[in-house]
């Protein structure tokens, strides 16, 4: 049987995952010689959240980088991400009041995979309490379950969670009320690439990079738009654009992307 358009990725991309994102870690080890070129931090909240089954050991790396540029770096402290369970849907909203309230400013909220969309329901849940959002392979634009390689994965716990939600996801239908950019790639294993796209919008993009869906959190391109975007001054925002340096590091996309989404990565090449 043939594969929809727009279904999740070809196998060969989802059994190369594991093995990709292992070498991603050895690129990002590689890479650390770059770290002095990242721009410096001004001290300002950030909340990390990792993807499905993963725990804060998996965004060490992302957070450890983070914390060496000057932000005061947080896990998200809830053990295994199994899905909107009433742990973690009640224990986001207080860390995120938490966080607000020990540094009394607004929290950069940087989530990876499904850990992007409970970063997103954050922002429209309390934009007062949220600078940014950034997400990494976040697909929050899927439609349908065939989209991600992960479905089965995320039903298995499915009579734990105290929110569900069908496809698309409702709250997508109108643009975040903070800044978001979402870094995608369209080597993703996972989920397919055109899922994490955002709307256009005045203070939303979207960056492509060629990491896996496993690795995207410690690929040093995804490090370097992170960083980026976290050094804006509070207040302000302007689109990604890749310095010279590293502009193969943000390819244009390989493939159109469909009406609507504004691809940086592009407009910056």
Known sequence: MARRQGDGPA???????????????????????????LPKGDGHPV??????????????????????LGYRVHGWGLGRN???????????????????GRYRRPVTVIGWSLG???????ARRSPDAVRQVITLGSPFRIERHSQSRATK????????????????????????????????????????????????GERCEN?????????????PAAIWAVADR????????????APAFLRPAFPRP???????PVDIAASAA
């Open 11 to 37: 196998l060969p991309l989802y059994l190369t995952e594991p093995g990709r994102a292992v070498a991603e870690l050895g690129l990002y080890l590689a890479a650390r010689p770059l770290e002095t070129r």
């Open 47 to 68: 909340l990390v959240l990792p993807g499905l089954l993963a725990d804060d050991n998996s965004t060490r790396a992302l957070r450890a980088v983070l914390r060496r």
């Open 82 to 100: 199994i899905g909107p369970t009433a742990v973690c849907v009640n224990g986001l909203q207080d860390k995120l009041e938490y966080l607000q």
């Open 116 to 122: 992007g969309i409970f970063a997103r329901d954050l």
């Open 153 to 200: 994965v995320f039903d298995r716990f499915a009579h734990l969670h105290v929110e569900q939600r069908p496809f698309p996801l409702e709250s997508e239908g109108c643009p975040l009320p903070v800044p978001a950019t979402s870094i995608y790639s369209h080597f993703d294993g996972i989920v397919h690439w055109q899922t994490c796209l955002d709307v256009p």
């Open 207 to 219: 960056i492509a990079v060629t990491a896996s869906h496993l690795g995207i959190g410690h690929h």
């Open 230 to 241: 976290l050094a804006q001054p509070e207040g302000t925002w302007q689109p990604f654009k």
């Open 254 to 260: 390989a493939t159109p992307a469909p009406a609507g």
